[in-house]
């Protein structure tokens, strides 16, 4: 089991967590992209093996979201 460090509550077991993925920078202008560029923002990921930025939301808990970096090649949270 992963120990999830919350920045509000501290760290807690992963069942108290939901992972919503790695986080991605919204187009400046989104009315500006045709479908292949907005069909790419919204469903396209790099699956970075190594260091990467998710977000993260405290469901059984705080009931906040933040974000936390995560090694997925060893499943550790770094600051």
Do not use: I, S
Not at 31 to 46: E, H, I, V
């Amino acid at each position: 089991m992963l120990l999830v460090t919350c920045p509000f509550c501290g760290p807690r077991n992963e069942n108290e967590f939901v992972c919503k993925g790695e986080t991605v920078t919204r187009p400046a202008q989104p009315a500006a992209l045709d479908d292949a560029a907005w069909t790419a923002f919204l469903y396209l990921r790099d699956n970075t093996k190594g260091r990467h930025e998710e977000h993260w939301w405290h469901k059984h808990g705080c009931r906040q979201w933040f974000r936390a970096m995560r090694n997925t090649a060893d499943n550790r949270f770094t600051p």
